[in-house]
Structure formats: structure tokens, C-alpha cells
């Protein structure tokens, strides 16, 4: 039996008590730093009522524009201009069919393909969340087998492309891998049989096949198939029921590419291959509800969001064709995209583009005036006129001198 001494001062058993009531205090003080609750997404909000779906066309420079590249088929597509909750602009041209001469109407359905990335993204960051994981967590932690190429990858390395796996358009053999469909499972396998381009975290390089794999993370962390849980935990939460999967059965828009004979049919998606990295349809006010909760902070905690949209890229990050790098954030990007064009201005926007298989998009963001821009365009080879029509809306909206050219 432990035995203090009289002389060691005081009565043994009120020792005692001391040490143990010391004991349980420290214990609890443990117990509550191990069991705090983590930070969680925001409570839902109630979701303003949406905007009557009806066109508008309060900008007249762009709405000028707009009617001269629609009415000569330059442009096919959808425009929204908005600020705020307000919509200053609404506009499509063109055909959804046009072996039907089915014309486009303002709630047709576009592929997204790489907008979608910040939809995978944001699975992450919320599963990070709710303590699931942890951007900071090894890719091998989720993945299984994993190849010891692998182990230096942190999730945040795949969010940021950062990671050094081979994109799928670096692999050999890409032709049939475009056209051949393929499982998540398979998706996996064949992105652990090629060596790393580079060290993790030494260099940005676009990848597709990063995301899938942040893709297969989603479903092991969720339990749940990816399009299943974004459903859940997003689209339906925001009353977004013109976005999900691209599936073939989506009744999405026909997409074209100009090719000898004009603009051509581009039936054959297989987004398969880019799940979890291109494979979501939206319209162009569903992407407006969407941009409104991201940003107002009603979708993720401060601290995710913020990772969301903070440069990734090693300091040592080139510029790109001359001008400013972007900055590389976790399914989305931030960069003076005004700059390219003339006039130019200026103010930094958050944004993604977007394009697969007869569609070309881009969707962006200037946060200090809360203006949001979005084009989805039916054909793939309307870059140019994508992006220009991008920068006038968001030119326009600003009070910005309106470009009228892309800058060379």
C-alpha cells in the first residue's frame, strides 16, 4: 500500500485527494482537446427566391454584341451577367439541335467539363468540414493498394495540381483511352502504373487524372458514389435540379465542332474517363445559385473556403505567355483575365474554363464588386469568342472601358 509520511506535511488522505482531483482535471483538460468539435459547414441558409427565368438585357454594348455574333452563328450559346442577386443580363443564341433545329432556350443544359472540378473540390473541402479528412492527409491513406510513388502526394497536392501524376492526355495511348469508357476502379489502376513527372509540390502542371483520383477519395471517405454525394450534400440543398451527372441520359445539348463540312456533332462524350474531373451538366442559372453559396460563405467553413481560392503554386511558379501567372487554388483559379484583352483592365477574378467534346465554357468571379459572369457555349471551338464575350460582361458590369478584341 502507497504510504506518505506525516512529516511530509499535511494528512495522507487529503494528499491523496489532491493528486487525484489533479489527475481528473488534466485527464478532462485532455479528454476536451481531443474531443472538441471540429469547425463545420455553415448552417444551411434559406434560399432567396430565384430570378423569373426570362431574358434580359440590360447591358447594351454586350447585348449588341451578342445579336451580332448570334444572328451570324460566330457565337451559340448562353450569357448571364449578375450582380448581386440581381441578373443584368440573360441571353442564348443559336441551337441546342440543330438536326432539329431545336433552338436553345435560357434553362438548356450544357457540359460543364473542367467547371466541374470545383464541384470535386468543394466534396473535399466539405468532407474536410466534418472531420472526415483532412486536405493534409496522404493520398495512400485513401487509396488502396498504393504504389510507393505515391506516398510523398498530400490531398493538397492533387487539389492544387501539384501532385506529379501523369495527366491522362500524357499517356500513351490516349486516342482509345478518349473513347473507351472506364470505372473508377480502372480510372485508378492505370494512374498508379506511370512514374511521377515531378517531386510533389515542385511544380504545377493541369491534370485531369489527379482529380479523378481526388474523386475515388470522395466515395472512399463518403461511402457514396461521388455524383451521389455532391447531389446531397450541394445540388439539392441549393434546389439546383438542372446539374448532376452527364450520363447520357441528361438531356444535355447537342455539342459541335467546326470541322470541313461546319459545325459537326459531337455525340460522343465519354465522360466516364473524366468523372470526378469534367463529367457534370448545368445551366446557366443553376451555375448562378451555385456561385452565390460559394461565395457568400453558405457552402463551407472560413477556413476551407479560403484554401478554396489561396495560390498553391511553388513561388518559383513562371509567368504565363508574358503576362502575370495565375494563382492555382483548389478547383478554381485567380488571375486579371482582363488583361487579355483591349482595352484591358485589371480587377482579379476567380474563374474556371471549361471544355470536352463540342462544348467551351468559362465562369468567373470579381469578388469586390460581387459580379458574376458566366458563358457556356455549344461549340468547342468558340474560344476566342468565349472568353472575349466573358471580359465584356465583366467589363461592362464594372463601369470598365468595353474590349472589343482579344489583346495579341
Avoid at 457565337?75 to 441571353?91: P, S
Avoid at 506511370?194 to 475515388?216: D, I
Avoid at 518559383?316 to 483591349?342: A, H, K, M, Y
Wanted: aromatic letters at 10%.
Amino acid at each position: 500500500m502507497f504510504h506518505v509520511p506525516r512529516q511530509s506535511g499535511g494528512h495522507p488522505r487529503l494528499a491523496m485527494a489532491v493528486i487525484a482531483a489533479l489527475f481528473v482535471l488534466a485527464a478532462g483538460l485532455v479528454a476536451w482537446a481531443t474531443v472538441r468539435p471540429m469547425p463545420t459547414a455553415p448552417e444551411p441558409e434559406p434560399l432567396p427566391p430565384r430570378p423569373p427565368l426570362v431574358v434580359v438585357e440590360t447591358l447594351p454594348q454586350l447585348t449588341a454584341q451578342l445579336n451580332r455574333w448570334g444572328g451570324s452563328g460566330q457565337f451559340t450559346g448562353g450569357v448571364l451577367v449578375a450582380r448581386g442577386d440581381e441578373v443584368l443580363f440573360r441571353q442564348v443564341h443559336g441551337y441546342a439541335d440543330r438536326s432539329l433545329m431545336k433552338p436553345l432556350a435560357l434553362n438548356s443544359r450544357f457540359r460543364l467539363a473542367s467547371i466541374s472540378k470545383q464541384f470535386t473540390a468543394a466534396a473535399i473541402l466539405r468532407l474536410q468540414d466534418e472531420g472526415v479528412l483532412s486536405t493534409h492527409d496522404p493520398l495512400c491513406k485513401w487509396i488502396q493498394p498504393c504504389p510507393p510513388a505515391w506516398e510523398p502526394i498530400r490531398l493538397y497536392h492533387l487539389l492544387g495540381h501539384s501532385s506529379g501524376v501523369p495527366d491522362l492526355m500524357a499517356r500513351p495511348g490516349w486516342g482509345v483511352r478518349r473513347v473507351t469508357p472506364a470505372t473508377v476502379e480502372e480510372l485508378t489502376a492505370q494512374s498508379a502504373l506511370y512514374r511521377l513527372q515531378f517531386t510533389p509540390g515542385t511544380k504545377v502542371r493541369y491534370n485531369n487524372a489527379g482529380y479523378n483520383l481526388l474523386g475515388a477519395v470522395v466515395e472512399k471517405a463518403s461511402g457514396r458514389p461521388l455524383h451521389d454525394f455532391l447531389r446531397d450534400a450541394f445540388f439539392e440543398p441549393l434546389g439546383m435540379a438542372d446539374t448532376g451527372y452527364d450520363d447520357g441520359a441528361s438531356d444535355v445539348v447537342m455539342g459541335y465542332a467546326n470541322l470541313a463540312g461546319g459545325p459537326t456533332e459531337q455525340p460522343d462524350a465519354n465522360v466516364s474517363i473524366i468523372f470526378a474531373a469534367g463529367a457534370l451538366y448545368s445551366t446557366l442559372d443553376d451555375l448562378l445559385v451555385w456561385e452565390r453559396a460559394l461565395h457568400r460563405g453558405q457552402l463551407l467553413t472560413p477556413r476551407s473556403y479560403a484554401m478554396m481560392i489561396a495560390d498553391h503554386a511553388p513561388e518559383s511558379t513562371p509567368d504565363e505567355r508574358g503576362r502575370p501567372r495565375r494563382d492555382w487554388g483548389f478547383g478554381l483559379f485567380t488571375n486579371s483575365l482582363g488583361r487579355r484583352v483591349s482595352p484591358d483592365f485589371l480587377d482579379r477574378q476567380i474563374y474556371h474554363t471549361g471544355s470536352w467534346s463540342g462544348f467551351r465554357n468559362l465562369m468567373t468571379y470579381q469578388p469586390d464588386a460581387d459580379v458574376t459572369v458566366i458563358v457556356l457555349s455549344n461549340n468547342y471551338h468558340s474560344r476566342d469568342a468565349v472568353f472575349l464575350l466573358s471580359q465584356q460582361g465583366m467589363a461592362e458590369a464594372l463601369g470598365r472601358p468595353f474590349p472589343t478584341a482579344m489583346a495579341r
